[in-house]
């Protein structure tokens, strides 16, 4: 115990001569997680927030463009612009101002477009026609092909194409059902009218409609995943990590100016060092882990992002917290015990902290990775902290669901304090 009371008043003593680098053990992961949850806003919104600029060059004026035009209006996300500097944009000028990066997207109705679809839908119509004995038949033709002409900026993400694409397609295709539907209505009525009455197929078609619904019935928050929520346990995680930084090197600086030699003179085990060790560092951990779920609760909203949700399990959070903690004093002990000098231990210790965090889902979620690299991911402690803390927050989780990650935590821990004091023990010899 007095081996343990020691290595605690040392560790206090060393950082207590250094009050500017425990102010950045704090403040720069602070910083980072702020920055990190504002930058990735936008990526987990998904563009739903987003309004898009559309040029839209309209050569047919015929029915299927002017559903389309209105159609596309009545989203949120689009705003078609058919002037630019006062003047009507063509064709040519659209697909220059798209790739001069001034606007991102251009749709161009090609002319012959709703004569096209017409004529499907005359097609269509007569067929069902013929089938069920009704005499007559609407006019049509040989089949042409047609093309909606889409143009992205060259610096688009596929993402934010692919979502755009859906969107029109969707538009698309309920146009061309509309205008089918309606020709097929004509044709039941024994009609040859183009004009006849509108058939609503949007209003056919509520019957069966979709709604999203939150697995957990007894959940009474949206838990939809945002930025606030990946980026500030994920942050927090990294950040807590990076205390492997000053416990190796005042692993090493203390065995170059000789006090754990002075420790080691105390009667006992070096393990109740390294136990000290741990102890001095989790609470400092766990210090800095609620920290970072602070500025979730208080920063991140007043900057006009979404409060941090943090489950109904604050107990097993804390607990969490502290094997977290755990694991991260451990890997620098370890890290310290490993390496002769600072110059050999600091860079290691740092990069190998930014492969385990890319590799574990910090930077990106593990399930957008590779299928081999979400195979690696397991070897982070990393991966396992976060995913307990996700179950935690957002799966609304106990320590019946996370003992799992605890005890591979748990594991990780062990495997670095007996690497230590092995090597240590050695070093003694």
């Not at 416990?247 to 006090?259: D, F, K, L, M, V």
């Not at 210090?287 to 979404?306: D, E, N």
Request: aromatic share 8%; charged share 15%.
């Amino acid at each position: 115990m007095r081996k343990v009371i020691a290595t605690l008043i040392n560790e206090f003593r060393l950082f207590r001569k250094d009050l500017t680098g425990v102010a950045l053990l704090f403040l720069m992961p602070l910083a980072l997680t702020v920055i990190m949850a504002l930058i990735q806003d936008a990526p987990f919104r998904e563009y739903q927030d987003i309004t898009f600029d559309i040029l839209w060059v309209d050569n047919d004026s015929g029915r299927l463009a002017g559903k389309m035009e209105e159609g596309l209006s009545a989203i949120p996300q689009f705003r078609l612009v058919k002037t630019v500097e006062g003047l009507p944009v063509d064709a040519d000028r659209a697909r220059k101002l798209v790739q001069s990066g001034e606007y991102k997207i251009a749709i161009i109705v090609p002319p012959g477009i709703t004569a096209e679809v017409v004529n499907s839908a005359n097609q269509v119509a007569n067929d069902m026609a013929g089938r069920m004995g009704i005499s007559g038949k609407l006019p049509q033709r040989e089949t042409r092909t047609a093309t909606l002409e889409l143009y992205f900026d060259p610096v688009t993400k596929q993402a934010m194409k692919m979502s755009l694409q859906a969107a029109l397609d969707k538009q698309l295709t309920k146009v061309q059902a509309e205008m089918i539907m309606g020709r097929l209505s004509d044709r039941m009525k024994g009609s040859d009218s183009v004009a006849g009455p509108e058939f609503d197929l949007q209003q056919k078609m509520q019957a069966v409609t979709i709604k999203e619904f939150m697995a957990d019935k007894e959940t009474k928050v949206n838990l939809n995943t945002n930025s606030v929520q990946h980026n500030v346990p994920a942050w927090a995680i990294f950040g807590l990590f990076f205390i492997i930084i000053p416990i190796a090197g005042n692993t090493i600086r203390e065995r170059e100016e000789g006090s754990l030699m002075r420790i080691r003179l105390i009667p006992g085990s070096y393990f109740s060092i390294l136990f000290g060790k741990l102890s001095f560092y989790i609470l400092l951990g766990i210090a800095q882990f609620y920290l970072m779920i602070g500025a979730g609760l208080v920063i991140l909203p007043r900057l006009g992002l979404p409060a941090l949700y943090l489950g109904h399990a604050p107990v097993s959070v804390l607990l969490t917290a502290m094997v977290i903690a755990m694991t991260a004093t451990a890997y620098g002990v370890c890290i310290g015990a490993l390496f002769q000098t600072p110059n050999q231990a600091l860079p290691f210790g740092a990069i190998s902290i930014v492969i385990l965090s890319a590799i574990g889902g910090i930077w990106v979620p593990v399930e957008i990775l590779p299928v081999g690299l979400q195979q690696l991911a397991k070897v982070s402690p990393l991966y396992w902290s976060l995913d307990a803390i996700n179950a935690l927050f957002l799966r609304n989780g106990s320590l019946v669901t996370i003992w799992q990650n605890l005890a591979v935590l748990g594991g990780f821990s062990l495997f670095f304090v007996v690497l230590a004091g092995w090597v240590e023990g050695r070093r003694k010899q």
